[in-house]
Structures are given as structure tokens and as C-alpha cells.
């Protein structure tokens, strides 16, 4: 198949609607196991960490939600830098799903990092580097709900909140590295794909299952809301008068 | 399991309140994600039932 016809395929928010519907509960089934059997394997059957006790296990939720935060702000300004430069309705009512799902994980990330901070640092709260970007990672989510709120036009909308997404994007290695350029109380990355990682197998290995766990919870909630968002750009057509009211009208 | 006891799951040396808060927030914003997304959705739904309901009100009185 050619890339362009792809590229139309991807572009139609019918094709996705029906392509999307086969994958919801694939998705769903899989990120609740992941997340579920991931959570009790490392809140009941882990021992404890030699430092830091028990209150490590608040990892096992704290770095899949930092992470997928931080990767769905990729995902979003990737989608608005398709919606600029082709003009994809689809990657702009992406772009709209994203923002409240990532606000969600950013703020679930710094709110199990603060409560991590208080046994083990003694503090709920530092302005470091990695902490005060992930902070401007939570405003970044919110100014673009409110700057999609701000707007009547739903174009003229769609367009600012992708410049802003993209701009926002340099944020993004600014969180990934602080932990290295700056002075921090939080701990460098523990796992590494390169080479080898400083956090032991037994702990590592239900980390890697909440952790893809939330990569799919969150394309099972992406789609949740596209879908939600293409019915109702989308209301005055056939397709979907079809599919709300039944074929047989 | 890692703990001799329930008593101690629920109280992992002291830090228990620390990870059960966090996993308790972490259910009730993942959980309200999925809640909104649905609302979202029936929202919709019915607003299109309604435009479609119109049309056909529409259609049925010009006949």
C-alpha cells in the first residue's frame, strides 16, 4: 500500500472509528490485567528495598504514570505538528483526547512522588530541576484545556493548541535530563535500555508490567475519547446517525 | 507473599498509609478517566438522537 493512501486511510476518522472499536477491548483486557497483576505482584511479593523499606513500592505506580505523561506530551505535539503541516482532522481531535489524560497522569506523577518524598527524603516538596519541570509539564496540559476552551472556532482552536503543544515540546528533554544537568534529590533513571540497568530483576520485572500496563490503559483511554470526540465532529453524518440510532431507521 | 501477616501488608513497617494513599489515588484518577471518556460519549449520543429526531419531525410534517 502506498504512503499516501495510508496517510488517507489514517486521516478518515470513519476508518478509525471501525478500526478503533476492534481494538477497545484488547486494549482494556490487557492494560487492566497488566496494571492489576503489576500492582499486587510489587505491593505483596517484592521484599522490601534495603534503604528505603517498603515506601518503594510506590514506584510501581509513580514512574508508568511520569512516564506515560511524558510520552503522551510526544504524542500530543506530534499530532498537532500532523494537524498543522497536513491538515488532519484526525490528529487534531487527537490532540484535543490527549491533554486531559496526560493532566491526569502529570498530576497522579507528582502526587506519588510527593507522598514517595516524605518518608524517604523527608520532604513532600523540593523546587529541583526534575520536580519543577514536571510541575510546568501539569500547567503545559492545562494551558491547552483552557486554550481549547478559550476558543468558539474549533480550527482556529485546534491550531493555537498545536503551536503551544509543540513549543511546550522542548520541556520534554528539559524533565528527561535534569536529573543529570542539575543538583537533584531525585535519583537518575534506574532503567536503562543501553546498558545495564541499577535496579535488581525482582524489582525490575513488575515494573515492566505496570509500566506497559499504563502505555496500553492509556491508548485504551486515547481511543475512548477520540471515538467520543469524531462522533461529535462528525454528528450530521450518515455514518454516524447509523451507528447512534441503529442501522434500521 | 513478602509480609508474615495481613496486619503487616497493610502496614509494611510504618509506610503503609504512604503506598496504600498512593495506589487509592491512582484508582480513583484512572477510574474517573474512564468514567469521564464514557459520559463523554453518552453525552454525545444523545445529542445526535435528538438532532436525528428533529429531522425526522421534520421530514414527517413537511409530508
Known amino acids: ?249 | 507473599m513478602y509480609f508474615d501477616t495481613f496486619s503487616e501488608l497493610l502496614n509494611m513497617s510504618g509506610h503503609g498509609s504512604y503506598v496504600w494513599f498512593s495506589y487509592g489515588v491512582s484508582v480513583v484518577v484512572l477510574g474517573s478517566l474512564i468514567f469521564v471518556a464514557r459520559r463523554r460519549r453518552k453525552q454525545t449520543e444523545q445529542h445526535i438522537r435528538a438532532i436525528v429526531r428533529r429531522k425526522q419531525e421534520s421530514s414527517s410534517t413537511i409530508k
Not at chain 1, 503489576?38 to 517484592?46: D, H, K
Not at chain 1, 500532523?82 to 506523577?109: D, E, Q, Y
Not at chain 1, 482552536?157 to 536529573?179: E, Q, R
Request: glycine residues 8%.
Open chain 1, 1 to 249: 500500500m502506498s504512503i499516501s493512501s495510508t496517510f488517507h486511510k489514517w486521516g478518515s476518522p470513519r476508518w478509525f472509528y471501525q478500526f478503533s472499536g476492534r481494538l477497545l477491548p484488547w486494549l482494556a483486557g490487557l492494560s487492566l490485567l497488566l496494571l492489576l497483576g503489576g500492582c499486587i505482584w510489587g505491593l505483596a511479593f517484592v521484599p522490601a528495598d534495603y534503604k528505603q523499606g517498603n515506601s518503594f513500592r510506590i514506584i510501581y505506580i509513580h514512574v508508568p504514570a511520569s512516564a506515560v505523561a511524558m510520552g503522551a506530551y510526544v504524542t500530543m505535539a506530534v499530532a498537532g505538528a500532523i494537524h498543522l503541516i497536513w491538515r488532519m482532522k484526525l490528529a487534531a481531535m487527537v490532540m484535543k483526547a490527549i491533554a486531559p489524560i496526560g493532566a491526569s497522569l502529570t498530576f497522579l506523577a507528582l502526587l506519588t512522588g510527593a507522598v514517595w518524598g516524605k518518608p524517604t527524603w523527608g520532604t513532600w516538596w523540593v523546587w529541583d530541576a526534575r520536580i519543577t519541570s514536571v510541575l510546568i509539564l501539569f500547567f503545559l496540559y492545562l494551558g491547552i484545556i483552557a486554550l481549547h476552551q478559550a476558543f468558539e472556532n474549533r480550527d482556529a482552536a485546534a491550531k493555537a493548541c498545536a503551536v503551544l503543544a509543540i513549543v511546550g515540546a522542548v520541556n520534554i528533554p528539559i524533565i528527561y535530563w535534569s536529573v543529570e544537568w542539575w543538583y537533584s534529590l531525585h535519583q537518575p533513571a534506574s532503567i536503562s535500555f543501553t546498558g545495564e540497568s541499577t535496579i535488581h530483576p525482582t524489582m525490575l520485572r513488575p515494573l515492566m508490567a505496570t509500566l506497559s500496563g499504563m502505555y496500553l490503559f492509556f491508548a485504551w483511554v486515547l481511543l475512548l475519547f477520540t471515538r467520543a470526540e469524531i462522533l461529535d465532529r462528525e454528528r450530521n453524518t450518515r455514518w454516524v446517525q447509523d451507528i447512534v440510532c441503529g442501522e434500521a431507521r
